[in-house]
Each structure stands twice: as structure tokens, then as C-alpha cells.
């Protein structure tokens, strides 16, 4: 019948669809071949922090890989990081150009433009840095977290001496550490002792004369404010299954600035 024939538009619909899925799926190709040529396992996946752009960094214990993702058939530009094991990466949200790696104490960066390394921070923790990460909205400023179970913000123009560090954050090593990308003097970490722990550093934010509170904080300026144990009423380590979760990771939501996810060794979420 009549009725049931397609238009031009919906025909210039299916068609740009079918295009899309086609070059979809020549990009899952291209990195995956990318990825398999890469030398050892890819620990991690950044997108640029540039919304301008569709750029993707696969890194490596050994590589970093670039990829603009408009169908290209490799990547376009891979930087060596002179490493064996690298713990965790992030791309500086303030220098679209340099993107950083924690490899065993130290931290190491990357200028996208020379493909080289341009600067490294020594010894951060005194054994592994496990992981970092840059204040979303004050430039030079991050934090890290180790082995050593302490945490600690750093000023990249000033080295050899951290601007605070909190020790024994966790009771066994901290894994990792994530800036909340609304408020930058709220933190949050997850550890090998079934927890995760928010830290509210206001001293070292945008705004120290924040009046942002909650729940069961302290009256110090930089307090610990709260902590969520397996025995937790309302949290997934509540539950039975995920006794003993020793936590690998942790993100904050894009858009809610008080969604949190942590996820474990096992895998658990």
C-alpha cells in the first residue's frame, strides 16, 4: 500500500544509519589492531578533555597511543613512556597537550606536540603512586595516592616538598583518589580495606571559604567527613557477596555531582 512507502527523508535517514554503523565499525577494527600492536596490556582508556575534538589516548605499561576517531585507519601519533608498569594516566584538563602517567613513584608527563617526555615528579610516595589526579579548576594542582597509604597535593611549580599530605588514609594501600568535577574541595578515595572515604579539602580548592557541609563532618577545615565501610546500611558493600572488596577504582558522575562509583579487584561494582 501507499502508506507504507518510505520517503526520501526516511530512505537519506536509513542510509546516513547504515554509514554510521559501517564506519563504527571500521574505527572498533582500526583500534583493536592498534591495540594488539601495542606493547604490553592497555591499562587505560582517556578521551581528550577538549569537547572540540574526538580524540582517544589507549595507554600502555610502554605506550601511549593516540587515535582521532574520523575513520582513521591507525593511530596517529604514539609516545613512549620508557616504563615497565604504569599504574594509572590522566590527560591535564587545563593543558590539552600534555597527558601524564604514575609509574612506580613517580610522575611522569608528556607533551603531545614534541611526542616526548618534558617533565617528571620524583618520588612522590615512598613506595608506588597507585594513582592521581588534577583539580578540575585550579591550573598546576593535583593529588596523589600510594602505596604508602598517604595522600598528597602537589603545586607543579614547586617541587621536592607536597603543599599538604594526609597520612594513613586508608589502613592498607590507597588505590585511588578522584577529584568530584563540581566541587573541588570534596574528594573521594577507595583503599584495600573495604571502604571508601570523602575528604573535604577546602584549603587547597577555589573557594576555601566554602560553606558547602555534610553529613557527619567535622568541624576542622580539612576534614574527613565520611566513611562508608562494608557494614554500610544503604552501600553496595553491604552486601554479602563483596566481604573482603579491596577497591581498585573510583569515578564520579559527570553530570550529578554526588553520584560516586567504586570498583573492585574482583570486579564488583
Known amino acids: 500500500p501507499e502508506s507504507v512507502v518510505p520517503t526520501e527523508e526516511e530512505l537519506f535517514e536509513v542510509d546516513n544509519y547504515c554509514n554510521a554503523e559501517q564506519k563504527i565499525e571500521r574505527q572498533k577494527i582500526c583500534l583493536k589492531t592498534s ?3 601495542s606493547k604490553g596490556k592497555i591499562i587505560d582508556l582517556l578521551w581528550n578533555p577538549n569537547l572540540e575534538t574526538k580524540e582517544l589516548a589507549a595507554v600502555s605499561n610502554a605506550q601511549i597511543h593516540f587515535f582521532e576517531l574520523d575513520g582513521s585507519s591507525s593511530s596517529k601519533t604514539i609516545i613512549e613512556t620508557g616504563t615497565k608498569f604504569v599504574n594509572s594516566s590522566a590527560w ?4 590539552k597537550s600534555s597527558i601524564c602517567v604514575a609509574a ?3 610522575i611522569k608527563f608528556f607533551d603531545m606536540r614534541i611526542g616526548k617526555e618534558n617533565l617528571t615528579l620524583r618520588n612522590v610516595h615512598k613506595f608506588a603512586c597507585r594513582d592521581f589526579d588534577f583539580n578540575p579548576k585550579i591550573q598546576n594542582l593535583l593529588v596523589s595516592c600510594g602505596e604508602d597509604r598517604s595522600i598528597k597535593f602537589w603545586d607543579l611549580r ?6 599538604k599530605s594526609v597520612g594513613s588514609s586508608h589502613k592498607m ?9 563540581f566541587h573541588d574541595q570534596l574528594l573521594a578515595s577507595v583503599g584495600g580495606d ?5 575528604w573535604r579539602i577546602s584549603s587547597l580548592s577555589s573557594d576555601p571559604n566554602s560553606t558547602l557541609s555534610f553529613q557527619g563532618e567535622e568541624n576542622s577545615s580539612d576534614a574527613q567527613i565520611k566513611h562508608v565501610s562494608n557494614s554500610g546500611k544503604d ?3 553491604s552486601n554479602s557477596r563483596l566481604d573482603g572488596f ?4 573510583i569515578s564520579w558522575g559527570a553530570s550529578d555531582a554526588w553520584d560516586l562509583a567504586s570498583l573492585g579487584f574482583d570486579g564488583s561494582f
Open 104 to 106: 612506580d613513584r613517580d
Open 194 to 198: 573495604n571502604s571508601v572515604t570523602m
Open 92 to 95: 591535564d584538563p587545563h593543558n
Open 35 to 37: 591495540f594488539e600492536r
Open 158 to 163: 614547586k617541587f621536592g616538598k607536597p603543599l
Open 246 to 249: 579491596i577497591g581498585r577504582n
Open 173 to 181: 594501600s590507597t588505590s585511588a583518589i578522584k577529584y568530584n568535577p
Open 235 to 237: 552501600t553496595a558493600e
